[in-house]
């Protein structure tokens, strides 16, 4: 069929309309580099990226959630929880480091888990019972803290995170990439990551059609805590401290960034390469309004921008599309 009939001009847009971030993200990162010869230094460049390391970390896991047609809100309070459990475990010392990240791991797991068991066996909203699991988390981890930082992180562990690998690349930004494609496995080559867009695309056709819907769930959700108990990590490892709201907040960057990279709240779009898309105009977007010395706030105020205009260039592109 040829491209200029109706039907492959529909294709193309189509094309469009999946690549749309990818074209914003060069936008942006153009402006910034017209803005500052800083966005041409590689190194530069790579430290943006450890920066919100965390979030694109929480965000892979949060994207596979919403493909299926849910979503997280108590994925800020995951990384807080992690992260103040592994400093605690730690307590100083390099060799509690693999109990560490495995009761961190652990407690993202049982979150995440707790999660998607009720909404899987439940008629409770993800919305609100993730609000609410998140609001029950960040309690707990009150309670367990005292309401102050606890635990020491051992010698070496921060040091080797922000190590410079080439004297270029910071160990952070290769776990993050490490991480986006281990995501990007499970969506693209797994049984589980297909059975993912095919429930969030018709959640009773795949009821119908004898998919595992309730073990799917189950699963997503549980991964999503996972995730969030890698960034917990790398929030640790980047700032070094286990502060009892270290998390607070970046469940909001983290659904900026899906929502930015195409996952619709609806399910059965988006993708893991979009939320990476996603995440770098966030944080090209805060340089940018660091450089311009705004206050902190204002990087609110761009967030929301962007989100609106990429929003409204992929809801077009639907309609075309349609």
Do not use: W
Request: charged share 10%; net charge positive.
């Amino acid at each position: 069929m040829s491209a200029a009939t109706p039907t492959g001009l529909i294709s193309r847009i189509g094309d469009l309309d999946r690549y749309a971030i990818f074209f914003v993200l060069i936008a942006i990162y153009l402006a910034g580099l017209a803005v500052s010869p800083a966005f041409g230094d590689p190194k530069y460049l790579f430290n943006m990226i450890r920066q919100v390391t965390p979030v694109g970390i929480a965000a892979i896991g949060v994207t596979l959630v919403m493909i299926l047609g849910g979503v997280d809100l108590s994925i800020g309070a995951v990384i807080s929880l992690t992260s103040v459990l592994c400093a605690s475990m730690m307590a100083g010392d390099a060799a509690n480091l693999p109990l560490a990240i495995s009761v961190a791991c652990a407690a993202g797991l049982v979150v995440g888990g707790l999660n998607g068991v009720l909404i899987a066996y439940s008629r409770v909203s993800p919305f609100i019972l993730t609000l609410g699991m998140g609001v029950a988390v960040i309690g707990l981890t009150q309670l367990y803290t005292g309401g102050t930082a606890k635990g020491i992180v051992a010698p070496g562990f921060r040091e080797f995170f922000n190590f410079r690998m080439a004297g270029m690349v910071p160990v952070l930004t290769l776990a993050l990439i490490l991480l986006v494609g281990a995501g990007l496995l499970i969506e693209k080559t797994t049984v589980f990551g297909r059975q993912l867009f095919l429930i969030g695309s018709n959640r009773r056709a795949a009821v119908l059609s004898g998919l595992p819907v309730r073990a799917v769930t189950v699963g997503a959700y549980m991964l999503s805590g996972l995730f969030g108990a890698f960034a917990g990590i790398a929030l640790l490892a980047r700032s070094g401290v286990s502060g009892t709201s270290a998390g607070q907040g970046l469940e909001f960057q983290v659904l900026a960034a899906v929502v930015l990279g195409g996952t619709t709240f609806e399910g059965g779009r988006g993708g893991i390469a979009g939320t990476l898309a996603g995440v770098l105009i966030l944080v090209i977007a805060f340089n940018l309004v660091n450089i311009g010395g705004l206050p902190y706030h204002m990087q609110l105020v761009v967030m929301g921008i962007i989100i609106i205009l990429a929003s409204a260039l992929h809801g077009r592109l639907s309609e075309r599309n349609s």
